[in-house]
């Protein structure tokens, strides 16, 4: 069921409008917005390396072979930068969980693992990801956007149950795709900081964490849709 919890993590600005708050000019024109993907490239290979807190925009401008005027034509300050790098790969984790499993999955179990190593493959080829998402020093607007991301990522969970299964009576999928979001999180989290990536044993525990939860609440079989 909803609660006043999950209501005030679903108000959370979306990525694309956290991002527009903290740019100088949201671009309109190609160039402009072939510039800021040409910027976010710089962020995410300078944070590949440092830690936010030793980054600057002139690093970035550095990076980019651009003059630090440009940099703050579209970012007000780092933070804004970072917020648009976060936005982004929440973009790309909402593609990858949109494409279609093939073929499609015969248990939920198998279905929700299936993502979840999707999205650890992805935090593991972009170490700038999880430093920005699991490192020291992350601002609220970049949690923020994490948070409104995951409620998304969820919403998308919740769709597959839908598309893949018959879940009609399920009502609160939603709700409890975004607790096993932040039950993986967390435990993916102690992986980063103790080994800087996720490792196997704790994908395996987080899952089983996850499994664990969903079992309060789902059958442990649920029929196939037909096709």
């Known amino acids: 069921m909803s609660s006043p919890a999950f209501d005030k993590w679903r108000s959370l600005a979306t990525p694309h409008e956290i991002v527009d708050r903290n740019t100088l000019r949201t671009p309109q024109r190609a160039r402009g917005k072939k510039r800021v993907e040409h910027l976010l490239d ?3 290979l300078v944070l590949t390396d440092h830690a936010q807190d030793d980054i600057s925009l002139a690093h970035i401008a550095e990076q980019a072979n651009v003059p630090l005027p440009s940099v703050y034509h579209f970012f007000a300050n780092k933070n804004a930068i970072f917020v648009g790098l976060a936005g982004r790969y929440h ?8 494409e279609p499993i093939s073929p499609p999955p015969q248990s939920w179990q198998a279905m929700y693992e299936r993502r979840a190593r999707d999205a650890v493959n992805f935090l593991n080829d972009h170490p700038a990801a999880m430093r920005l998402f699991m490192g020291a020093g992350v601002s609220v607007e970049v949690r923020n956007l ?20 018959q879940s009609d009576t399920l009502t609160d999928l939603e709700n409890w795709m975004a607790v096993c979001m932040g039950l993986m999180d967390g435990i993916w989290a102690i992986s980063y900081a103790e080994r800087g990536y996720i490792d196997e044993d704790c994908i395996a525990e987080s899952m089983r964490a996850a499994l664990a939860y969903l079992r309060c609440y789902l059958p442990e079989f649920l029929p196939p849709r037909m096709s």
């Open 146 to 165: 994490d948070l409104s991301g995951n409620t998304l990522l969820a919403n998308q969970r919740a769709d597959d149950f839908r598309t893949y299964f």
């Open 42 to 44: 710089a962020t995410e």
């Open 91 to 98: 973009q790309l984790l909402r593609q990858i969980a949109r």
